[in-house]
């Protein structure tokens, strides 16, 4: 284990505010760092427990959108910082602190409104985070690589083919790895001085001394052309008027021997959350959650094992290349292929494949389920089938192009909810609104 002094002296700022739109429905009750992943933890858990691993013992949560769900996990899974030994988490909701009484604006202006927390901490670093992201990193690396620099900021940087580079932040570095040029979705995205097919995309990663940062904030506050966001104003003037330096994630990632390339996804849409969850389920999926030596630390449910029952022609519990979490009972059921949170429930004579399902799920006999998402709490109903039709689906629960369904309770509910008229639909809106 390498000298930690410098993760030691670093805060880390986590910026867990947003909704995550392109999840849909998946974020209609949660924010997108509170979203499940990987069968018993939370997106943020990857961030936070990357910055635990790393050695940083101080840390800050900023939430914002419907933050109820992930301020409680935190709280449950989270509470173990000991203020004696110099550490801590804060959960920092936007509290309208600045004279305007806004919320956060953007992600610069989510760590301006906390500015006087931040330097009660009294760091000489500090690294802000995306808490939306799954990937397994040592920050202390990137911290070492910032001090030897002597860089104003340091940003994390993976490389992506050029063709998926146009919706991400991009980096042109000289052979030094300074960076010459910032540009936020680019429809023709620069590429590396040594491979001209891939680019170098930002990861929502940066780290900052610390009276740099305040600095910087303090005069981003004060221009009203900003729109007080790292990517679009802070990087590109340091880029122009300081020292940039990028960081490639190679570099400093946590990855099997067997992974080909360091993992690292955002699972910003339906399709790619339950792609990155389905993964898991392989003989070597490329993100090992098995790792003691990096483990995703998360809120510790007391459960009870998972049970499988019945041994019977067509009705015996079993699953195949799955997943299967503390609570789950496997009743008769066939499951291949699969990811079930805690305490799901899965009747006789029901299948699922390549599912996703979240905790304390019902699934009623003989339904058969194939290429879907299930959210917490649904209860499906005995002979449901989902994603043998694909008309049939789409008039019913959320479709993506792919073919893969999304099911919540009240796409459910609406199965078998009678025909209403548009006052009494309207009345309804009301009452659930207020």
Sequence with gaps: MQDRQLSHNTMAFVLAGGRGSRLLELTDRRAKPAVFFGGKTRIIDFALSNALNSGIRRIGVATQYKAHSLISHLHKGWNFFRAERNEGLDILPASQRAAEGH????????????????????????????????????????LEQHVESDADVTVGCI???????????????????????????????????????????????????????????????????????????????????????????????????????PYWRDVGTLDAFWQANLDLTGFRPALDIYDQQWPIWTYQEITPPAKFIHDEDNRRGNAISSLVSGGCIISGARINQSLLFSHVRCHSYSSLKQVVIMPSV?????????????????????????????????????????????????????????????????????????
């Design 362 to 434: 019902t699934v009623g006999r003989r339904a058969k389920i194939k290429r879907a998402i299930i959210d917490r709490g649904v209860s499906i109903p005995d002979g449901l089938e989902v994603g043998y039709d694909a008309e049939h689906d789409s008039k019913r629960f959320r479709r993506t192009e792919s073919g893969l369904c999304l099911i919540t309770q009240d796409m459910i509910d609406r199965l078998s909810a009678p025909t209403t008229t548009p006052v009494a639909t309207r009345r309804a809106e009301l009452a659930e609104n207020n």
């Design 103 to 142: 919320w956060y604006l953007g992600t610069a202006d989510a760590v301006t409104q906390n500015i006087e927390i931040i330097e009660s901490y009294g760091v000489e670093y500090i690294i802000i985070l995306a808490g939306d992201h799954i990937y397994k990193q040592d920050y202390q690396i990137m």
């Design 159 to 261: 490389l992506v083919p050029k063709e998926e580079a146009s919706e991400l932040g991009v980096m042109n570095v000289d052979s030094q790895n300074r960076i010459i040029e910032f540009i936020e979705k680019p429809a023709d995205p620069p590429t590396t001085p040594d491979d001209d097919t891939k680019s170098l995309a930002s990861m929502g990663i940066y780290v900052f001394k610390t009276n740099t940062l305040i600095q910087l904030l303090h005069e981003d506050a004060t221009c009203k052309d900003s729109s007080h966001d790292f990517g679009k104003d802070i990087i590109p003037k340091l880029v122009s008027q300081g020292k940039a330096v990028a960081h490639e994630f190679s570099r400093s990632c946590i990855n099997n021997e067997w992974a080909e390339t």
